[in-house]
């Protein structure tokens, strides 16, 4: 039976992607439980179909049917309500769109080459795909910030930022955990380095989060070189992306940058030893699935990297959540 419920996990995941994108769950935060029959003149679904679609959920503990048909949300639905700490609404959307499973369904594709099963479906580069698509990459994106939101709150309760001068954030995207950051310190200043494109984009994050007097913008590609004067050097899921080659040149390119007191931190997954369940040994399928030689990488495939760029790991803090925060010092420091 053990094996049964892994090996149908796919359905379990479209049907919880399906009460996500529906919105289920903010229905029932609104106003309480509700009737199945409700429930579908408010999504426009077939009231039948969606009765045999919560009855499957509830029997994992996502929403509860009580008498009469009704509905009601659990500990485990409210994490795909909009509004709440630590959704994973838009995670679960994005897990059910069509680039994602299409992509996972030619996984033996992946084992047999080592290459990216992503390219040979869709025929370019995710990050290519989403600029060709928006409306996937919009998905994309709002499945992503859904996960960082739980991961920069974790990160912010690990480590104390406070005595940091400057921070730079490289490759760091919409600036959420930049600014979470900014929120948590009272005169740390920031320095947001991402493509132009993005950084567009990201005034408007730190702006709503508003730190914007204490945030500089900087564009340009992390594989040529990033902004020097910072205390510390944060590169929260950018190392994992890449093989080790190009891992390599990005931190050598953070090595010429930061002084010698300055600190590189490495927010990142770490393999864990043994045969115990892992998120993040699943989470280093998804990379092999989706990105050219991106990968998670144990403590000591860090260390060899950090060495290989003149850093030395110096210490590793776990969080509350899949990210370690991986700190590391110049090698003369």
């Known amino acids: 039976m053990t094996m049964l419920h892994m090996a149908t996990g796919c359905w379990v995941s479209q049907a919880i992607q399906i009460a996500a994108k529906l919105g289920i769950a903010d229905l029932l935060q609104e106003d309480g439980a509700k009737s199945c029959d409700a429930l579908a003149a408010a999504t426009q679904t077939h009231a039948g179909a969606l009765y045999r679609l919560l009855r499957a959920l509830a029997s994992l503990g996502v929403f509860a049917e009580i008498e009469n048909g009704h509905f009601q949300l659990t500990p485990l639905a409210e994490c795909l309500c909009t509004n709440v700490p630590g959704s994973l609404r838009g995670f679960a959307i994005m897990l059910g769109e069509e680039q994602h499973w299409r992509a996972w369904g030619e996984v033996l594709y992946s084992v047999r080459t080592g290459q990216p099963a992503f390219d040979h479906v869709f025929g370019m580069h995710q990050f290519e795909y989403f600029a060709e698509h928006p409306d996937a990459g919009r998905l994309f994106n709002e499945g992503m910030t859904s996960r960082s939101g739980q991961e920069n709150d974790a990160i912010i309760s690990a480590y104390d930022f406070s005595g940091l001068g400057t921070v730079v954030d490289v490759g760091g995207g919409l600036g959420t955990l930049l600014a979470t950051v900014l929120q948590a310190t009272a005169k740390t200043r920031g320095v947001l380095f ?140």
């Open 194 to 333: 991402d493509l132009p494109h993005v950084i567009a984009s990201a005034r408007t994050t730190v702006v709503q989060a508003g730190q914007p007097a204490r945030c500089e913008f900087s564009q340009g590609d992390f594989l040529d070189a990033v902004p020097s004067g910072g205390d510390a050097y944060i590169l929260k899921k950018v190392i994992h992306d890449w093989d080790d080659d190009r891992a390599v040149s990005i931190l050598r390119n953070c090595r010429r940058a930061i002084h010698s007191a300055g600190r590189l931190l490495l927010i990142e997954p770490i393999i864990p030893s043994g045969n115990g369940p892992s998120f993040n040994k699943l989470l280093d399928l998804l990379m092999l699935v989706w990105t050219p030689g991106g990968k998670e990488r144990t403590e000591a495939e860090h260390r060899t990297l950090l060495a290989s760029a003149g850093f030395k790991l110096a210490r590793i803090i776990p969080t509350s959540s899949p990210v370690s925060i991986i700190e590391a010092v110049p090698t003369d420091h």
